[in-house]
């Protein structure tokens, strides 16, 4: 059942990422039926890095295709051919969300290849924000009310689901700390860690009423407080917490743990990717942007995935970096991420979603680039 929780605290804090996906969804539904096959021939040739130098160099890095899938939402790789995605099932009563008749959010198995669609979970509540364990064994979702939600996990094998608590949380909150546990903040502020018997435990009293962003490395567990936006780093072993840096809106390790991926907000209308190593010391810039999202590393860790947004929002740029070089790779000049980037198993493909204006409300498509 739904729990009751603070309203006014979500309408002043807890949606400020829910506020920023919603902001990218706008902001690229001006990309509508762009000429992908136009960008597609110029990428792979030639990347020009970024907009502070006046340097051109070729990259190894070549764009093979790009495949547009309509009307789904692609969240995740079951494995390279197969994708799980979210959509409308219109086979069910509308339900009412935000005051309309909307129909029911469920996720479904797309086989690339055929095109064919097979049901993964249904029922009569909207689901959605789906995310699978690293062994793909497993998938993380949750049933979702407006900006929060119930999580549950479910067996793929048997199609059984647990939850992983009665209180609802951040419907953008959540993720695999690995094969048998995720970690999410609820909505005290707390970080909860939630194991596939849906047995939980607070993994980290934070101390304060609100964060997000909360991603597990090794023994490392990354959170972003909400005032001046720390970046804090708590050790599971010492269980000592270190502020590692301010204004940081998003934190993205690295596969091996090696790394962070960094988007700080670095003037009123400007975010930027920083490249640093474990602490949050910097190594390199890599781009910059009104916005900057969807930042995603590759299985291997060796490329990084993401979008900016310029100021006027109408120039959405997807770009991969190859990290040991430096290489940046332009793969789209009109598409935003709406979600994380998704790498496939393989490293060869990477997903995202964005959303268009048809029929008088937003729809979601969702793009397979492939590479080579």
């Known amino acids: 059942m739904k729990t009751n929780i603070n ?8 949606l400020i990422l829910l506020s920023t996906v919603s902001l990218l969804s706008i902001t690229a539904c001006g990309t509508g039926e762009t ?15 970024m ?12 764009l093979e295709g790009i495949d547009k899938v309509e009307g789904v939402r692609g969240m995740d ?5 197969t994708l ?7 086979e069910m009563p509308p339900i009412t969300v935000e005051g309309e008749k909307r129909y029911p959010h469920h996720f479904y198995l797309r086989e690339l290849s055929t095109g064919v669609e097979t049901p993964l979970k249904e029922g009569e509540k909207s689901l959605g924000f789906a995310l699978l364990s690293p062994d793909k064994k497993h998938v993380f979702y949750k049933e979702t009310y407006e900006a929060t939600g119930i999580g549950y996990i479910m067996n793929l094998e048997t199609g059984v689901s647990v939850k992983t608590g009665d209180a609802e949380f951040m419907t953008t909150e959540g993720e695999w700390s690995d094969n048998e546990h995720v970690i999410f903040p609820n909505m005290e502020g707390n970080i909860v860690k939630v194991d596939l018997k849906g047995n939980s435990e607070i993994a980290v009293d934070t101390g304060v009423s609100y964060v997000h962003n909360v991603v597990q490395s090794g023994n490392k567990i990354y959170y972003i407080a909400h005032e001046d936006s720390q970046l804090i780093a708590y050790d599971t072993e010492s269980k000592q917490s270190a ?19 960094l988007v700080k907000r670095t003037a009123p209308t400007e975010m930027t990717l920083f490249l640093c190593d474990n602490a949050g010391n910097e190594q390199s810039k890599l781009a910059s942007g009104t916005q900057v999202f969807g930042t995603s590393w590759s299985p291997d860790g060796k490329l990084l995935a993401y979008t900016t947004t310029n100021e006027n929002g109408n120039e959405n740029r997807l770009f991969i970096t190859t ?14 991420a709406s979600d994380k980037l998704r790498w496939s198993p393989s490293g060869k493909k990477l997903l995202t979603s964005t959303a268009v204006l048809k029929d008088n409300t937003y729809q979601f498509i969702a793009y397979i680039i492939k590479l080579s």
Request: net charge neutral.
């Open 323 to 336: 990290i040991d070089t430096g290489e940046q790779t332009p793969i789209s000049n009109d598409m935003q």
């Open 7 to 14: 309203r006014n605290k979500i309408g002043k804090i807890g």
């Open 35 to 49: 000429s992908t096959r136009q960008v597609v021939e110029k990428s792979g040739k030639k990347i020009t890095v």
């Open 77 to 81: 790789w079951l494995s390279e051919d």
């Open 84 to 90: 799980v995605v979210d959509k409308e099932n219109k």
């Open 243 to 261: 502020v590692l840096q301010k204004d940081i809106m998003w934190a993205i390790p690295s596969p091996d743990g090696s790394q962070l991926a």
């Open 51 to 62: 907009d502070n130098t006046m340097e051109s160099v070729y990259t190894k890095l070549k």
